[in-house]
């Protein structure tokens, strides 16, 4: 158990949806992580919030927000759902403290929300 | 931007023999870390092993150990004694140590994944 959760596992919508996943971090970790895994694909970075704040962005269509919660929960939600955004949706978190004593950087996944969009 | 590279889409072993898993990186930063993680059919992310850039000495753990060759930015992984549970697809990634606010890590660049068949 990484200590990460995200909910729910499971989802199917239909095309022109919106769908929300929630991710709640490991305690005491500031930085959430969002990543795509697509069928037999790697893992697409999708963006990140530390304390709050987005920190950086990847590959993130319009269609898809994000945000962070003053309890450090996060939340992505999608819209306007397609074929191809059925996907596999990691959730991760980290400790941020920089310096000897920071945990290597290691992120911790959690186990993923599997959407099926027909 | 820093990219990973796994040349080998899948390889196989036998149960109780040794693996060899490739991968390259390119950055043009000095300070980053290295991981591989493991994902079976579950599809749980794994940690398996991770790697200072700035530690010269290669990262062990258990079965499972790491070359790295700072110079030439490559970071392959060995699995001795291989286990039927060791099984899994096997993604290489870096992380920077800082992103561009200089106050926090970078995010995880993940490699395409090598899938790992364990022959009894």
């Known amino acids: 158990d990484s200590g990460v959760t995200q909910t729910p596992k499971h989802l199917i919508t239909a095309t022109g949806q919106r769908v929300t996943l929630r991710c709640s971090p490991r305690?005491?970790?500031?930085?959430v992580y969002w990543y795509q895994q697509s069928l037999d694909q790697g893992l697409q970075f999708l963006i990140q919030?530390?304390?709050?704040?987005?920190?950086a962005k990847g590959n993130i269509l319009e269609r898809f927000s994000a945000q962070q919660f003053p309890d450090l929960h996060s939340e992505l939600n999608l819209s306007s759902l397609e074929l191809g955004d059925s996907a596999l949706y990691f959730c991760a978190s980290s400790v941020e403290t920089l310096g000897p004593s920071d945990g290597g950087g290691e992120l911790f996944f959690g186990e993923g929300s599997r959407l099926t969009v027909l | 931007a820093q990219t990973v590279t796994q040349s080998q889409p899948e390889m196989s072993v036998q149960e109780a023999e040794t693996v060899t898993l490739s991968c390259t990186y390119d950055?043009?930063?000095?300070?980053?870390?290295l991981f591989w993680y493991k994902q079976p059919p579950s599809r749980q992310m794994i940690l398996v092993i991770r790697q200072e850039a700035y530690k010269q000495q290669n990262a062990t753990e258990n079965r499972f150990s790491v070359n790295f060759q700072k110079a030439a930015k490559s970071f392959s992984l060995k699995i001795s004694d291989s286990q039927l549970g060791d099984a899994a697809m096997y993604f290489c990634?870096?992380?920077?140590?800082?992103?561009?606010?200089?106050?926090?890590?970078?995010?995880?660049?993940f490699g395409q994944g090598t899938i790992l068949t364990v022959h009894p």
């Open positions: 305690s005491g970790d500031l930085s």
């Open positions: 990634a870096y992380r920077s140590s800082f992103n561009a606010g200089g106050t926090s890590y970078g995010k995880l660049t």
């Open positions: 919030y530390y304390n709050g704040e987005e920190r």
């Open positions: 950055t043009s930063e000095s300070d980053y870390y």
